[in-house]
Structure formats: structure tokens, C-alpha cells
């Protein structure tokens, strides 16, 4: 545990940015934390540097990423209907199923150190769903859980029509995170038909722009979820 605690979290917006980079980006600032905690380890408190904190903000293009605990099958697509899409597929290290990113996506990476905050995975998922639950609830959008499912959901308690708007899947090692959440602003929807989203068959996915029947800021949305997410972790956010 850090006997130094730091509560700055940087935010950078990479914009429409390849899979593969901004994974690339995100384990190399994963890597250089963990290497920091590794090493504080072995210093006095005199010498202890403070751990660094990030959070990413991005679109992607259309790509299909499978977590460690997904079936393959959950791809309907073939190769050659991958190239005629233009989508990418990634296996990849977090957990969940399989998921879709592309344009009109509010991508979400927080790279935090867990020990300048909290050190509870259930309760660090609890809270990116309750950022996005106030986002949304700022555009009288409501929307909460679904037990025993990840992620935020509109008509979570009758569950008439139950469907997801936001998706989530984490990766963590000695309390530093990465990976993090999608949020369906303006998304192409059709694009999740060639899979079975988070491995959910009976349920359906949106985004706000079907919800409120037009399209809405990326860039509104993203400063007021980044309010929220700040208010919550007790953030000290800049730019």
C-alpha cells in the first residue's frame, strides 16, 4: 500500500485512435506504474515518488474485442466479412466477453493506481457505472444495473425491454487498472447485430442518440462525465 497518496489524475482525450495504439499506450503506461510501485517498495518514505494516475478518453474505429473469459463464437463474422465491414477483432486481456468500439463511442480508459484511492475492484466497477448513471440521468435518461450483469442498463428494474448502453471490462494487478468502459453516445448500432454482445443473447444494446432521438455532443457528454467521475474518486482532474 502507498504511504503516499496521490489523488491527480491527468485526462487526456486521444480523439479517433486505432485499437491496437491505444492499447499499445495504455500497457506501456501500465507497465511504467506498476514498475514504480515495484521500486517503491525498496525505498525509504523519504525517497517514494508519488504513482501516477491517467485517464484516457477516445473513439475507435469499428473493432470487435474479445475478453479472457469470452467465446469465439460470440463473433458472428467471418474474416472476409471483418474486411468487408472495415472492423478489426482483438483477443485481448481484460475481463468479459465480446464487445464493439467504434465511432460515436465514449471510450473510457482510467490507468489508476487503486491505492491512492480505494483497494476494491467491485466497488472501482460500482463507481464507473454510477459516473455514467449521472451522465446519463443529466439528460433524463434513466438508467441503473441489472444483477449479476456488468454494466449500465435502461429499464433495469421492470425489465420489459431491458438494454445496455454502456459496457465494461477491467484489468488489474497489484491494484492499478486499465481498460475501462464504452459509452453509446452516437454509435452505429448495427454493427453489435454481428455479435452477441458481452455473451447476452435475450438482451439489447442502445445509445443515447436512439434514446433521445437525435444526435448529442461527444464532447458535452465527455466534460460531464468526466464531472462526475471527478466528484466521485475525489479526483484532482487536469488536462
Known sequence: MNTLINKQVTFRDLGLIDYQEAWDYQERIFAETLALKTQNRILS??????????????????VYTLGKSGKPEHLLLSTEDLTAKQAKYYKINRGGDITYHGPGQIVGYPILD?????????????????????????????????????GVWLDHEAQVNPRKICALGVKASRWVTMHGFALNVNTDLSYFGNIVPCGIEDKAVTSMQKELGREVSIGEVSNILKTHLADLFQMDLTD
Open 114 to 150: 487503486l491505492d491512492n484511492f480505494f483497494t476494491d475492484i467491485h466497488l472501482y466497477m460500482r463507481m464507473l457505472e454510477e459516473a455514467i448513471i449521472r451522465t446519463l440521468a443529466d439528460y433524463q435518461i434513466d438508467a441503473g444495473r441489472i444483477k449479476g450483469l456488468t
Open 45 to 62: 518514505d523519504a525517497e517514494k515518488v508519488l504513482t501516477p494516475n491517467i485517464l484516457l478518453f477516445c473513439q475507435h474505429p469499428h
